[in-house]
């Protein structure tokens, strides 16, 4: 099919000895949505990370928007460029202003001039309503505001593809709104995205489909209401059932 | 034991008016009983058996003191006073006798120094007062500042230094467009237009050879060729020790061991001695390059673990946003990596700069003169001899104004890049 934009195929990973990633095969096409759920341990981060090879892995084969990833450092920073990713860290550069923060990459690595690329930025933070923020430093922020701060770092790439790794993990209950809310519109907005996340509220409102794993394997690979309604395994149950 | 003293009953905030006066008196008169002793030699507690005798100032202060330690006098600066050198009775005796030490030592000091010191004059015969003969400054200090180098010729040296101070003045002041040039060519030009402008041999500018330098000129000619190639030098060691390529690795990591293993002095006898029989016949290599060659990767090899220290003390996280924003290697670190890096470092660089300016002395093993090596030879100049303490005192006085002014510029950037909070 034309429109998918990622491709895994067996795709196997080991930390040493330690198998994180078993088989995995998932395609996505443009404008979908998916969450990946499971529990601590299972490999969801892992997966999103080795889309833009934050980690390699070892056996199968990737293919975003096209391209093979491999040892070509080529490639990999194409691939880069095009996926955006949003960590429950936020690691936002702290020696930078938001700012600059979001104009850094745009000016580095897409060779933006300076001023179409701040233009671009402050259009982006407008977007995530921090604005008002832009000459601070990340460390004058909460944590809700880094967190949408780095979600306008990445748009500012204008990225084909957004991966999220637990976006929400790290914030106090009060900021985990204002985060899902800028998610939500980039959803409507009609953005690729993988989510990895606990937020089944999140999941039910915006994802295509969700993904359960567990053990380095996907369990289970459903459309939303399906996925919630009527889950097949009895792994899925029993963490529905923990998690609701 | 202490609780005797309280025969005015304790002191307390209620009697404020009776025990702060007498604590007070009791205070000057110990500081009274030392001044007059050291200085006077009257003894006003002379009547008391001699072994009392000699600890009655720390007795009265002691006294004293304790009479006017009272918690929450309400006098603000009796309060402050008591917290930070009265707290208790142990504080009480350091701050005695740390006071005691002070005024009999500071007097014949500044004495010394300056009050029976000697300052103008021509020769030895002129230093007829009992304090330091500072006439030998006075008259070694060409020889001190500019070496060996031709009088006639000194206009070069210090036109160089003047225009270095010119430029690093008005780089503080220019806008930051122009200041950028400034910096440029200050770090990459400059240099060589000022080695050239000393060493002269061409513009009609007569040749100086480098043995004929010396003094504090050399000092700073050495460290600055020094700082500014063991920085970069020391940012990629940093960098290729880190690195995933095991050649790069182990090349890092052998040459920083190598030159962290060695002592310095070695090197500068290796640099001076060894280095010209394995350079190329025909080839020759100045003396004073290759000192600044060997200084220069001896403290790079430092700088490179101090820069390595920063790097590690960076999360993964700042590496995988840079990574995901679609950075290479390069422009993550120029970008992202190292202007963290080398912020949280600063005391660490400065301190290596520090231990590099103060190495210079010991180029003197090779022949080479700086300041220190130029006190050395002038105090053993036959008609100069035994003025050695006011030397090296000069010395270190020197030393620790560039010392001091490098610290404080570190303090002063290191408050300007915090950006955290």
């Known amino acids: 099919m034309s429109d998918q934009i990622i491709q895994m195929e067996n795709v196997n990973k080991w930390f040493d000895d330690f198998q994180v990633l078993k088989d ?135 990225p084909k593809i957004m991966l999220f790794d637990e976006p929400t993990s790290a914030l106090d209950p009060e900021m985990i709104k204002e985060v899902l809310d800028a998610m939500v519109n980039l959803a409507k907005a009609g953005m690729t995205m993988i989510v990895v996340t606990h937020e089944m509220g999140f999941a039910k409102e915006v994802a295509d489909e969700v993904i359960f794993m567990d053990e380095g394997m996907i369990v289970e690979k459903a459309a939303t209401k399906e996925f919630f309604a009527n889950p097949k395994s009895d792994r899925t149950k029993l963490f529905l059932s923990q998690i609701l | 034991m202490i609780k005797t003293l309280n025969i005015l009953g304790k002191p307390s905030r209620n009697k404020l008016s009776l025990f702060v006066p007498i604590g007070f008196s009791l205070f000057a008169l110990a500081i009274i009983d030392v001044i007059l002793s050291s200085f006077f030699e009257i003894n006003i507690t002379s009547i008391l058996p001699r072994w009392l005798n000699f600890f009655t100032p720390i007795l009265f202060g002691f006294v004293g003191l304790h009479y006017i330690r009272i918690e929450f006098s309400g006098n603000r600066i009796l309060d402050k006073l008591n917290k930070n050198i009265n707290s208790n009775w142990f504080n009480a005796i350091l701050t005695l006798i740390i006071i005691f030490v002070l005024i009999k030592n500071i007097p014949p000091l500044l004495n010394w120094l300056l009050i029976d010191a000697d300052f103008v004059g021509t020769s030895k015969e002129e230093c007829s007062r009992e304090g330091a003969c500072w006439i030998f400054i006075n008259v070694w200090i060409k020889r001190l500042m500019y070496g060996l180098y031709p009088n006639a010729e000194i206009w070069r040296i ?32 400059f240099p060589f237009i000022a080695i050239n402008l000393i060493s002269g041999g061409n513009f009609g500018l007569e040749w100086v050879e480098t043995t004929a330098w010396g003094g504090l000129s050399l000092t700073f000619i050495i460290s600055i060729f020094a700082l500014l190639f063991c920085f970069p030098i ?41 280095m010209p029989m394995f350079l190329p016949d025909g080839t020759y290599m100045d ?47 120029l970008l992202v990596i190292l202007p963290q890096a080398l912020k949280l470092v600063i005391p660490g660089i400065a301190n290596t700069f520090l231990a590099l300016v103060k190495d210079t002395p010991l180029i003197l093993v090779v022949g080479l003169l700086e300041l220190v090596g130029m006190i050395d030879m002038a105090k053993s100049n036959p008609d100069w001899l035994g003025f050695a303490t006011e030397g090296y005192i000069f010395a270190g006085i020197v030393f620790w104004i560039i010392c001091y002014s490098m610290s404080r510029y570190s303090q002063f950037l290191e408050r300007k890049y915090k950006t955290d909070r």
């Open chain 1, 24 to 158: 995995i095969n998932l395609e996505v096409r443009q404008k979908q949505k998916i969450v990946v759920c499971g529990p601590s341990g299972s490999g969801k981060s892992t997966l999103i990370r080795c889309i833009n090879r934050l980690e390699e892995h070892q056996k199968g084969k990737i293919v975003v928007d096209g391209i093979e990833l491999s040892e070509n450092t080529k490639n990999i920073e194409q691939v880069r460029a095009e996926v955006g990713m949003v960590f429950q860290q936020f690691n936002l550069f702290p020696h930078l202003s938001i700012l600059d923060n979001c104009a850094l990459a745009p000016i580095w690595v897409k060779k933006i001039p300076k001023k179409l690329a701040e233009e671009q930025a402050l259009k982006e933070l407008e977007k995530v309503q921090i604005l008002d923020q832009a000459k601070k430093f990340p460390g004058q922020l909460s944590g809700g505001q880094q967190q949408r701060a780095a979600i306008a770092r990445a748009l500012c790439m204008e």
């Open chain 2, 287 to 333: 003396k004073l390059v290759r000192v600044i060659i060997a200084i220069t990767l001896f403290e790079a090899a430092y700088m490179a673990e101090v820069i390595r220290g920063g790097l590690q003390a960076l999360p993964r996280g700042q590496y995988d946003a840079g990574k995901s924003l679609g950075m290479g290697y390069w422009r993550m670190h």
């Open chain 2, 158 to 189: 210090n036109l160089s230094f003047l225009m270095l101070i010119g430029l690093v003045i008005s780089a503080f002041f220019v806008p930051i467009k122009i200041k950028k040039y400034i910096i440029i060519f200050l770090l990459f030009v």
């Open chain 2, 234 to 274: 020391g940012m990629f060691l940093a960098l290729g020790r880190r690195s995933s390529a095991p050649v790069i690795r182990y090349s890092s990591i052998g040459f920083i061991e190598f030159w962290r293993g060695v002592p310095l002095i070695t090197v500068l006898f290796m640099a001076s001695v060894m």
